[in-house]
């Protein structure tokens, strides 16, 4: 069996992820380290009178004045209304939400830190908090940044004739939709340990990160030194989803005092910092106007989009990442002319947003695929007629849609005819009918999406970040014995790259991927790469690997024909080996011929040898289009406002699979995602901007019981742009779940005459919502 | 999320635990399984100096039966309610009600004693022994034993009427008659989770006992005799109008959808309970 690209194999790091073997933050033991624990914000919003450290502490306790050395961390933007925030490691002056990082505090256990943070006294004068993000853009709404004048990051604004549609379109759908706040909950927090390496001059920073290279130009900026003097190490991560894609202020401070103390310093997030310090994404709010004609076909659409951005403005993908996501990718798949969007990203005391996998189009999606089903039921129509009817047909591809957006390849609205045969939407009405008159109340919804993926350099560059990705550098080399080593700076926190990169590497070189290692995430030994996000490590790490990869197989046939006596193009590889008509030589052989007897060699040998590293960027800069559609069949219990998921199909496509297997595993964890945003978690904040979830039993997350069985079916539309015809997929799966599920509650509840338009789907809103239609029923009947 | 620093003992005999809550009453914390405990600990909102373990004392871990009574050792853990190590009271559903807390790995440590001590109004123990009429053994740290019936028991959220130096032993479950049934409905957003709305329901022809509780209210169980009173005399299920009115009139802050919520387990209880008559 070939373990190339396709192969369906195990994952080589599953064996130490489950047997307990996996090395995280939390797992390293240095000589004579320290634990760390922060002294957080009580308050959501006030100014520090005073910090005073325990008697006899001042070594141990640090704040924001003995770090007066550090530089803030602030994101530039070069988008024209772009305002900047400075946030400090250890809140100075002001603090802005409730868990914002006050003082460091550091003892030879952790137990022991938290005790020492609990003698810390802080003296803080309250302000008024900012916490509903409409209300933070009125005109007398405190401020959070005082010299802006006003609470917005950033505000664009997309123009189209709208005007003219409201005077002719035949239908008009009005809606606002909201999504919750939430905390992405990887099973292992964020972890730091930082120490001062004597002998290599550097600064060592283990750490829960999803992009190393990123964080230590990061921390050498933050700190003022040389990136020479900062190595930055991920170990094993215990998920991502965006939360480690950003510089941490903790990444920050824990490095500061270990340089200053010399002293090995670790600290781990805990639950409860997670939900209270790391409740920071998803929050959206969007003012919708469709316009369409009786068919319910899509003529225009207005938008108002309203982010809740949080205190701060993140590093390196700012407070504008989202909202330029959301209004760039609300149109989605459909084909329409007219478009007009507004969107605000908006300040508030609240952390500071992060990009979640999915970034934006969970909320866009929702809001979208909402509309759709409005536009259908105000003309009369099956919703996924209607749906199909509007998305770009196959023969369009490739198209150009109302924001520029390239959608390369690809055909949506097959992607809803299999999700409609599959569910088994044709005997789904008649099944309806049926179980209403018994009192039972089931619903049918659709959500479908594009999934920008690998946008390359000029997307980010006009996303205005202060750091752009550009080529993709993978190294691949043949050991002494024949076995393959592939370095990559891209990072694996559960998606399966280590796996997926042998099979690139495996590909072109034959060898078992048993035999390949791959080494990630250690800026001193991987070439450069800005790290895993955006659904860009299988098409840019996969294209770098594949580009070393094949350089390195044309010099294993050089090496291979001086043995066999043959030319270069005589020999063809397989199963690790070298052939020329039935004679081999195998890669062991050709690696002791090149390392270790190079007398076997002609003198005039090529010298640059069996390791290669190469760069890669696709062909085309503007991201590659995966799409999907997502189906659920749902029942509502209209006495107790609770959902239950029957039935969840999904169909995507995503190019060439490099291993099927965990693909359906991206499905799996993504869509268990989305239905944690569709139906479970939520931030809450009371008016004083106390989190009221700072726990698990508050917090609620989706369990194996609440999980329907999904059923999955792929179509392969390579992209043509990209090697091997690979598109992103790691983030698509979490995107549809809201939409899909909250169309067939509303499908459910159309006796009732209601829709539920946010999320999450609560039995609390569920039942309100259909207890408020029948007092209203009572009071007009 | 560690806890402030505190020493543990393990007595042996009640009398040792007794000294020990005795010593800094005020300082020293009883643990069983430390399900809810825990929790507290490690988010400093308990703070206890000294904390004396009861899993261990004679007799606490101890399952038996009279005549009239089947006695449940505070101790006992929920997995082994679940497993059918107690016999029953009435026939499957204390099994019933311990398979419904939490997840296993919570219901392997937590225990009966514990769970009732801690009071949580979304709690199983309290409401499903409340509708059991069932009475607790306490002792204090004179030696003295009194019992209290689960009706006088919890007075409100996390608040019980036992007094500071007094140890639950045992739990003691009337044993109902073979006609005798039972309904138990709870509304969970998640399995695993703490109700949102508990309903319980028993009757017992022979002995003429009929009751109606609610659960997780925000408060101490709600016992409505009204209602038993009415399904006692009719054998059927309440319209779902009249528990709402109930409800309303109870005196308790709830909202319409909790309203709703507790009046559905209600009625899905009793249906249950009656259905197989
Ligand atoms: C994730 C999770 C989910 C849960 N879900 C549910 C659920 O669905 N339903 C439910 O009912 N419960 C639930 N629980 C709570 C669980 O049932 C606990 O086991 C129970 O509440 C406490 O029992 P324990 O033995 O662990 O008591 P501990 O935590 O050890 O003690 C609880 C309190 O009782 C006191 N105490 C304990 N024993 C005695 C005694 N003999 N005499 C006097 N005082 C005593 C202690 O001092 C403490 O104040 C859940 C818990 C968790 C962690």
Known sequence: ?781 | MKPSPFEISCPGSLDAAHKALHENPRGTRIISGGQSLGPMLNLRLARPSRLVDVTGLSGLAEIRQTDSHVEIGAAVTHARIEDGEVPDPIPGMLRHVAAGIAYRAVRNRGTIGGSLCHADPAADWVTAMTALGATLLVRDGSGGAREIPMSGFMLGAYRTSMAEDEILTTVRVPRHSDRARWGYYKICRKVGEFADAIAGFVADPESRVCRVVFGSTGGAPLVSTELAQQIATTGAVPPLDTVKTVLRDSGLTLSDVKIHQLAIAHSRAVTEALSDA
Request: proline content about 6%.
């Open chain 1, 1 to 781: 069996m070939t373990t190339g690209i396709g192969a369906r194999i195990e994952r080589k790091e599953d064996r130490r992820l489950l047997t307990g073997q996996a090395k995280f933050v939390g797992d390293i033991k240095l000589p004579r380290q320290w634990e760390a624990a922060f002294v957080r914000s009580p308050v959501a919003h006030g100014r520090i009178r005073a910090i005073r450290k325990p008697e006899g502490m001042a070594d141990r306790v640090f704040t924001a004045a003995d770090l007066s050395d550090i530089h803030p961390i602030r994101a530039e933007s070069s988008l024209p209304t772009y305002n900047a925030s400075d946030q400090y490691p250890l809140a100075k002056d002001k603090v802005r939400f409730v868990g914002e990082c006050v003082a460091l505090c550091i003892a030879p256990t952790r137990a022991e830190a938290e005790d020492l943070a609990e003698q810390v006294e802080i003296e803080i004068d309250p302000l008024p908090p900012v916490i509903d993000a409409l209300k933070a853009r009125e005109a007398d709404a405190p401020l959070l940044h005082e010299e802006w004048g006003n609470n917005l990051f950033l505000t664009t604004f997309f123009d189209g004739d709208i005007e003219t549609l409201r005077k002719t379109a035949p239908v008009v759908v009005e809606r606002e939709y909201s999504t919750a706040r939430q905390c992405m909950n990887p099973m292992e927090g964020k972890g730091t340990l930082a120490h001062w390496d004597e002998k290599a001059g550097q600064l060592v920073v283990y750490t829960s990160t999803q992009v190393p290279h990123l964080i230590r130009t990061g921390i050498s900026e933050c700190l003022g030194l040389d990136q020479g003097q900062v190595r930055v190490i991920a170990p094993d991560v215990g998920g991502g989803f965006g939360y480690k894609c950003v510089l941490q202020p903790e990444e920050l401070s824990v490095s500061w005092v270990a340089r200053k103390t010399g002293r090995p310093i670790r600290w781990t997030e805990d639950r409860r910092e997670h939900l209270v310090a790391g409740a920071n994404t998803r929050q959206h709010h969007y003012k919708l106007t469709a316009f369409a004609d009786e068919r319910g076909r899509l003529l225009g659409l207005d938008a108002e989009i309203t982010v809740d951005v949080g205190a701060y403005s993140v590093w390196p993908f700012t407070a504008c990442l989202e909202a330029a996501q959301a209004g760039g990718n609300l149109p989605g798949p459909y084909d329409f002319g007219t478009y007009r969007c507004h969107t605000f990203s908006v300040a508030t005391n609240k952390p500071a947003f992060t990009p979640y996998r999915g970034v934006a189009r969970p909320g866009v999606c929702f809001a979208m695929e909402l509309t759709i089903d409005a536009i259908a039921r105000a003309v009369g129509r099956e919703p996924s007629e209607v749906r199909k009817e509007n998305l770009v047909p196959a023969g369009k591809m490739p198209f150009t849609n109302v924001t520029k957006k390239f959608y390369d390849s690809g055909d949506y609205p097959e992607s809803v005819a299999q999700v409609e045969r599959h569910i088994g939407l044709a005997g789904f009405r008649a099944r309806q009918q049926k179980a209403r008159a018994e009192g039972r109340f089931l619903g049918i919804g659709f959500s479908t999406f594009t999934e920008q993926s690998a946008h390359g350099t000029k997307v980010f560059a006009a996303w205005g970040l202060p750091l752009v990705p550009g080529y993709e550098q993978a190294m691949v080399k043949i050991t002494p014995s024949g076995s393959v080593e592939v370095r990559s700076g891209n990072h694996s926190f559960g998606q399966g790259l280590e796996t997926t990169l042998a099979q690139v590497a495996s590909e072109w070189l034959t060898v078992d991927t048993s035999r390949i290692n791959v080494t990630m995430g250690d800026t001193g030994v991987t070439p450069y790469s800005t790290g895993a996000y955006a659904s860009r490590g299988m098409v840019m790490a996969g294209g770098a690997v594949s580009k070393a990869a094949e350089v390195l197989a044309g010099r294993v046939k050089t090496h291979a024909a001086h043995l066999l006596q043959c030319t270069p193009d005589d020999i063809r590889l397989a199963d690790g080996k070298a052939w020329f008509g039935n004679a081999h030589v195998g890669f062991e052989d050709i690696a002791r011929a090149w390392y270790l007897r190079p007398d076997q060699l002609p003198d005039d040998v090529e010298t640059a040898g069996l390791e290669v590293t190469e760069g890669y960027k696709p062909a085309i800069d503007t991201g590659v289009f995966t799409y999907a559609t997502h189906g659920a069949i749902v029942e509502v219990d209209p006495d107790t406002g609770m959902v239950s998921i029957e039935d969840y199909y999904i169909f995507e496509d995503c190019g060439r699979r490099v291993n099927p297997m965990i693909l359906e595993g991206q499905a799996f964890g993504g869509a268990t995602q989305g239905i944690g945003t569709a139906l479970f978690e939520e931030v809450l904040y009371d008016a004083n901007g106390q989190p009221l979830t700072s726990t698990l039993a508050d917090y609620v997350l989706p369990g194996p019981a609440e999980l329907p069985h999904f059923r999955l079916g792929h179509a392969e539309t390579l992209s043509p742009y990209t090697r091997h015809g690979i598109k992103g997929v790691g983030e698509g799966a979490a995107i549809a779940p809201g939409g899909a599920i909250v169309n067939a509650i509303n499908d459910a509840l159309t006796p009732f005459g209601i829709e539920i338009n946010a999320i999450p789907a609560t039995p609390e809103k569920v039942l309100g919502a259909i207890l408020r239609a029948g007092t209203l029923r009572e009071a007009s009947g």
